[in-house]
C-alpha cells in the first residue's frame, strides 16, 4: 500500500507577514531530504529575486538580498 502525504495550509492573509515564514517552514517539512529541501528554499529565492527586480520604494530601487548596496 503506499501512502500519500497531504499538505493542507490555512493562512490568515490580514497578518501575512508573519504567516509566510510559518507557511515556508511547513512546506519544508513535508519534503523528504534535505537536497530537496535546499532546492525548494533555492527556487523561493530565485522568485523573489525576480520579483524584486524593477521594485521601486520611496523613489529608490529596492535593494537585492545578498548583494552589497553602493554608496551615493
Not at 490580514?14 to 529541501?37: G, K, N, W, Y
Amino acid at each position: 500500500m503506499k501512502v500519500k502525504k497531504v499538505l493542507e495550509l490555512s493562512v490568515d492573509v490580514t497578518d501575512i507577514f508573519r504567516e509566510s515564514p510559518l507557511v515556508i517552514r511547513a512546506m519544508v517539512d513535508t519534503l523528504p531530504t534535505l537536497d530537496s529541501q535546499v532546492a525548494f528554499l533555492r527556487a523561493i529565492h530565485q522568485d523573489v529575486e525576480t520579483l524584486l527586480k524593477g521594485v521601486v520604494t520611496n523613489g529608490e530601487p529596492v535593494r537585492e538580498s545578498g548583494g552589497q548596496q553602493k554608496d551615493k
